[in-house]
């Protein structure tokens, strides 16, 4: 199984809102990342989890904060976003962060800052 | 550094004919490549994987990749397209930062549009 599930699947929340997104695999992976996806783009990284220690953090705003409180769930909370924040939120993960370990990734968030 | 450059933004075809998108990398070292699929308002989902063993790579739902390191390609194709297929397409390849941890380099993408 190569499941990685993301809840809530669309999230709709206001400037001064604090919401959170969660990420789950039950693959035994040990690394675990953050991509957001504007429209008509790939997707960009933000965040990489190893060993549940945070490993890279692509220059995020500090309004995005991620938690991974064990090996199998990875958060990301939500504060004070900005409307050009509105994209999809995708997790993924794999096996280690080595060249050859292959990502999976989850449906994603839809996320909409009004 | 790493990169991967998609030469279609676009690739129309029609239900039953061959697929091909087409992926130039650029890579320093031995490259891992990847073709992963992402269908209207879903996440990407890996196509097939290239990580220096066979330079013919077989995928899921009948898709293939050839590596082709005189060329610095790795197309993948198809040969009868499906309704289904209709989706983006990113070509990936790895890189290694500073750190020695890896980093997915995406392509900007090809979106293949499937007519009856």
């Known amino acids: 199984d190569t499941e990685v599930t993301q809840t809530p699947k669309h999230l709709v929340m206001g400037m001064t809102n604090k919401k959170s997104l969660k990420c789950e695999q039950h693959?035994?992976?040990?690394?675990m990342y953050w991509y957001k996806q504007k429209a008509k783009k790939p997707p960009e990284l933000m965040f990489v989890y190893s060993y549940e220690k945070l490993s890279i953090n692509e220059s995020v705003p500090s309004r995005f904060s991620p938690e991974c409180p064990n090996s199998s769930l990875l958060n990301l909370h939500l504060h004070a976003l900005q409307p050009e924040d509105s994209a999809l939120y995708l997790c993924?993960?794999?096996?280690?962060?080595?060249?050859?370990?292959?990502?999976?990734f989850g449906p994603g968030t839809r996320l909409t800052v009004l | 550094a790493q990169s991967v450059t998609q030469l279609d933004s676009h690739v129309s075809v029609s239900e039953g004919t061959p697929v091909l998108l087409r992926c130039n990398y650029s890579?320093?070292?031995?490259?891992?490549l990847f073709w992963y699929v992402q269908h209207p308002n879903k996440g990407l989902q890996l196509l097939l994987k290239?990580?220096?063993?066979?330079?013919l790579v077989k995928g899921i739902n009948g898709f293939e990749a050839e590596f082709k390191k005189s060329e610095t390609s790795f197309h993948l194709t198809k040969p009868s397209a499906h309704m289904s297929d209709a989706a983006e397409y990113f070509c990936?390849?790895?890189?290694?930062?500073?750190?020695?941890?890896?980093?997915?380099?995406f392509g900007t993408g090809t979106r293949l549009l499937v007519s009856p």
């Open positions: 290239y990580t220096s063993a066979a330079t």
């Open positions: 693959m035994g992976h040990r690394a």
């Open positions: 990936v390849v790895t890189t290694v930062m500073n750190t020695g941890f890896q980093k997915l380099v």
């Open positions: 890579s320093s070292y031995s490259p891992s």
């Open positions: 993924a993960s794999s096996q280690e962060q080595g060249v050859l370990d292959t990502q999976y």
